[in-house]
């Protein structure tokens, strides 16, 4: 598999109580076979984490698409390639799939992992396996619905979970270190609104469900405020952060191109926002969703001409295009990022 690394300038190894670094970071997109073959596309990030007993201030993070057995296409959709067409049932059979994702979780050295696609009735004997690899499952309560979102968390972390949510297209986690001068990070897990509509429709969809999730994650860092750090944050040391360290990440099925991705990483709408949004929602200040802007760990997309095949390649094999970021607020530092291939 070729590899493309972004690497970033030397850092001090902690700037300050309730600053998170990120070293690597890893971005999955959908993907048949859960395998580095020629036929699959993997994006994988790291993001360092602590490898001793004391928290530094480092995580690892990891985000994948793992498409859920039950919304495997038959016959194969278009864009599938002669030589994967011939191999089709077993790079889709389940049994064979499985043995492959965990290995890939286990060897990407993640601390946290973000799944989409995670099929409810197989959770069970994925769970014991990804245990086995080290990891604490923690599943979406779908109410019903087949399949969840799924945060995995390395078990070699000691870390308290201080709140757990789940949202319809979403699932919130706060972990904070045990003992730790930290205060809590926010891993949200998201896979939006898919193109199943109109794309106006869609739009407005992401929209509606990024500006309720970022709210709700905004309420429970203020109930979780006033619980850790009661009487005034008084013996609280993180007690003078305004905001908390939030990653977001997972499927948004969101291209760089769409006036959602700008109002996210720059706070903004784009001029041309009304020609997907409705009136009422284009003259919606950033000002009124928290935490904005937020930053694309990757770095900035250009949304004019082609993007780079090299430090921006994309995450959806059926159209090529980027769907699947990671997304960190201004407490959270991203130090190296690093993308696979093949």
């Not at 598999?1 to 970033?8: D, N, T, V």
């Not at 949510?165 to 919130?172: L, P, T, V």
């Not at 939006?192 to 109109?198: C, F, G, P, V, Y």
């Not at 309420?219 to 850790?228: M, Q, S, V």
Request: aromatic share 10%; glycine share 4%.
């Amino acid at each position: 598999a070729k590899r493309f690394i972004k690497k970033a300038e030397p850092h001090k190894k902690i700037m300050a109580a309730g600053i998170f670094q990120i070293l690597f970071l890893a971005f999955l997109g959908k993907s048949l076979w859960g395998q580095t073959s020629d036929n699959a596309h993997l994006s994988i990030s790291r993001l360092s984490s602590a490898n001793t007993d004391k928290f530094d201030g480092q995580v690892r993070v990891l985000t994948w698409n793992i498409l859920a057995p039950c919304y495997v296409k038959s016959p194969p959709p278009s864009w599938v390639d002669d030589r994967s067409l011939k191999k089709w049932s077993k790079y889709t059979d389940w049994s064979y799939r499985q043995e492959k994702i965990v290995n890939v979780i286990a060897a990407s050295g993640a601390d946290i992992v973000c799944l989409q696609e995670v099929q409810i009735s197989l959770c069970s004997d994925l769970g014991k396996r990804l245990s086995d690899a080290g990891f604490h499952m923690h599943v979406q309560d779908t109410k019903g619905h087949p399949v969840a979102n799924v945060i995995l968390v390395s078990k070699k972390l000691n870390w308290d979970v201080v709140f757990e949510e789940s949202r319809s297209r979403a699932m919130i986690l706060a972990l904070q270190p045990s003992g730790e001068n930290y205060p809590p990070i926010f891993i949200v897990n998201v896979h939006l609104q898919a193109t199943r509509r109109s794309h106006t429709e869609n739009a407005q969809t992401r929209f509606s469900q990024m500006k309720s999730l970022m709210k709700r994650v905004d309420l429970a860092w203020t109930r979780i405020y006033e619980k850790l750090c009661p009487d005034d944050g008084i013996g609280c040391d993180w007690s003078s952060a305004d905001e908390p360290s939030v990653l977001i990440m997972g499927d948004f099925n969101l291209s760089p191109t769409e006036p959602l991705y700008t109002l996210m990483s720059k706070g903004q709408w784009p001029e041309n926002c009304k020609e997907f949004l409705p009136a009422k929602v284009s003259e919606l200040t950033a000002s009124k969703l928290p935490f904005l802007p937020l930053r694309d760990a990757r770095g900035e997309y250009s949304t004019i001409g082609e993007y780079s095949a090299i430090l921006k390649p994309w995450t959806y094999a059926g159209t090529k295009q980027i769907f699947d970021y990671i997304f960190v607020s201004g407490q959270v530092e991203t130090v190296l990022n690093h993308n696979y291939v093949p």
